[in-house]
């Protein structure tokens, strides 16, 4: 399966897997002061900035490609959220959804502002 499909698919579990969850999707792969964020959710009054990394294997962690660079993009992000008055007063969470053969794991508070 190529990377553009396999990222959609992977997406799309994560959604799903968040909202069975509880959370709000609030926008997929939507850009906020020039930087995509592939799940925006809100979960009572906590907005979640999720990056999404999805492997065939089993085996695999791919959250480890998540790069101090992109952190700091989602960070630029979320400061430009919290700046719009739906959002102004809300708490902020970074997540990294690993979906490896299907299986959804999520790293809640993966990093920090």
């Known amino acids: 399966m190529h990377g553009r499909a396999k990222g959609y698919i992977g997406e799309q579990l994560a959604a799903e897997y968040l909202e069975a969850k ?5 926008a997929r792969n939507k850009k906020f002061a020039g930087v995509e964020v592939d799940i925006l959710a809100l979960g009572g009054n906590t907005l979640v900035l999720c990056e999404v990394k999805t492997a065939e294997q089993a085996n695999a962690h791919p959250s480890m490609w998540v790069s101090r660079e992109q952190q700091r993009r989602y960070v630029r992000a979320a400061t430009s959220l919290l700046m719009r ?5 809300c708490n902020v969470r970074f997540d ?9 794991r999520v790293i809640e ?3 920090e502002a």
């Open 85 to 89: 008055r739906a959002y102004s007063g």
């Open 96 to 104: 990294v959804i690993e979906v490896c053969a299907g299986s959804v």
């Open 22 to 26: 509880g959370l709000r999707i609030i």
């Open 109 to 111: 508070g993966a990093f």
